[in-house]
């Protein structure tokens, strides 16, 4: 609870959807003492692997089998289902729980789906449970929880991302244009401005007047 709890503090103050999602690879595997993690987002269209974080995987290239993963008969319908998967893969064989070629042997196997109410964003894949044959189901539902938590912070974030990239775009056009943007606020008469004003009057913003004649 401690950590999840952490991990919300945190999603709460990153900014980059990539890294936040790094943070859910990493904090997975502390949680349900997962051998290792990976993260897979998809494309807008659900029809490609558009990133794919790992944890645990040092000196694994995962382009060798990222882009198949989601085609995969194990992840595709969890996917299309929104539902959990355990497998237990005594022998390690990847191709015995349907992965692509190239992926490390797995022992255990479980996987839950990042989605929000809206869109299916990836998956939480977690590989080989330390000291157990297999995952729990308490492993099945801290995970799940986990994804959930991801999918809502990690909409959040892109809306942000996509939100600054907007401003950022507007205030470059503004001050290309040479023109800016002021805004007062009719209860405390407070007015900021644009960067670009300062080319408009020429001056600097901190020497214009920060507050609306009474």
Request: glycine share 8%; net charge negative.
């Amino acid at each position: 609870m401690a950590a999840l709890i952490e991990l919300g503090r945190q999603f709460a103050i990153e900014p980059d959807p990539l890294a936040l999602l790094q943070r859910v690879c990493d904090a997975s595997r502390d949680m349900t003492l997962a051998e290792s993690a990976i993260v897979g987002i998809l494309s807008e269209t659900g029809d490609e692997v558009r990133a794919c974080l790992s944890s645990g995987l040092a000196g694994v290239d995962l382009s060798a089998f990222a882009p198949d993963l989601q085609r995969s008969t194990i992840l595709g319908p969890m996917l299309e289902t929104r539902r959990s998967v355990r497998r237990i893969n005594p022998n390690g064989d990847p191709a015995a729980l349907e992965l692509p070629d190239g992926h490390p042997s797995v022992f255990s196997y479980l996987g839950v789906p990042i989605a929000s109410p809206t869109r299916v964003y990836g998956w939480l894949g977690l590989a080989n449970k330390v000291g157990a044959t297999a995952f729990s189901e308490a492993d099945e539902q801290v995970a799940g929880l986990l994804a959930v938590q991801a999918a809502v912070a990690y909409e959040n974030a892109v809306r942000f991302q996509t939100l600054r990239e907007t401003e950022e775009r507007t205030e470059f056009a503004l001050r290309a244009a040479r023109i800016g943007v002021w805004e007062r606020d009719l209860v405390s008469g407070r007015v900021t401005y644009s960067d670009g004003m300062s080319l408009v009057f020429g001056r600097p913003l901190d020497q214009l007047p920060s507050r609306w004649p009474d």
